[in-house]
């Protein structure tokens, strides 16, 4: 954790149980931050620490991942979508500043552009557009099978690190602890529903998906700021141009050598990147 003592807690919301991170502030304007898939809250310790003087900021496991419950309802993306609705009712926010890595990123843009645009009042996305680069998607498909259980958690970090050059070794060390749980027999296992692994994500390739989040990029009104990890390949550069065009209000920034979640492998390049967007 950071040396800001955020308070954990619990709300059901949509049917089920979610864990979120208080780091207080109250009276600031609130500040709700989405990881993205089989990931976890506290992908945003660093940012949500150095956020928390001006904003009050939640940091959330999103149904199925972290310490929230896993959804006998599912993962489609509505679903978390609703699970963001009534998140925001519960806690009483009613105006907020949105920040999604990846798929957190999707869910900020379909609830801004379809449900509550009235209610955001910025947003931050990490790494993601509404479809992917094709040299991600053949990447996606060459890629093998995530292993769902590591016989200890030094071959799990080992793994992690395998796909991971950029992120320091206490901070990667740090995020692997956080998405890993023992089990009984001394194996180390995901948090995340193992269901989330099995099941390739549809995003990519699921047209009418792809087209909502287009249409939401177009629509929103607020300002956007994108964060891409230069050493990710999920966004290129004709993408960028196109994503540029299409939105109202969009900035963008680079972050070297980081990849995907740039909240992890650069942490205090992320945060500096974002002050200006955010003007504090």
Not at 47 to 60: D, I, K, L, R, W
Not at 163 to 173: C, D, M, S, T, V
């Amino acid at each position: 954790m950071t040396a800001t003592q955020a308070q954990e807690k619990h709300v059901t919301v949509n049917g089920v149980r979610l864990r979120y991170f208080d780091y207080g502030t109250e009276g600031r304007m609130p500040m709700v931050c989405l990881h993205g898939h089989t990931g976890q809250a506290h992908i945003w310790d660093e940012f949500a620490e150095a956020m928390a003087p001006h904003y009050h900021v939640v940091t959330v496991d999103q149904r199925g991942h972290g310490e929230s419950e896993h959804a006998a309802t599912g993962y489609d993306r509505d679903r978390f979508v609703e699970d963001l609705d009534e998140l925001v009712i519960a806690l009483g926010f009613d105006r907020f500043v949105l920040v999604g890595l990846s798929m957190g990123g999707w869910h900020s843009l379909l609830y801004t552009g379809e449900k509550h645009p009235e209610k955001v009042e910025r947003i931050v996305i990490v790494d993601i557009g509404p479809e992917s680069s094709e040299a991600s998607k053949q990447a996606y498909a060459d890629r093998p099978p995530t292993p769902l259980s590591f016989a200890t958690f030094e071959e799990a970090l080992t793994w992690a690190r395998s796909g991971n050059p950029w992120a320091a070794e206490a901070r990667l060390r740090r995020d692997m602890e956080e998405k890993l749980r023992q089990t009984p027999d001394g194996a180390w296992t995901w948090k995340a529903d193992h269901d989330l692994f099995k099941t390739p994500l549809k995003d990519g390739t699921d047209q009418s998906l792809i087209e909502r989040y287009w249409k939401a990029l177009e629509i929103i009104e607020q300002p956007i700021l994108e964060v891409r990890g230069l050493e990710s390949v999920l966004l290129d550069e004709t993408l960028k141009q196109k994503m540029m065009a299409t939105a109202k209000n969009l900035s963008w920034v680079d972050v070297p050598d980081a990849g995907h979640v740039v909240t992890v492998d650069k942490p205090q390049e992320f945060i500096s990147v974002t002050r200006a967007f955010l003007g504090v």
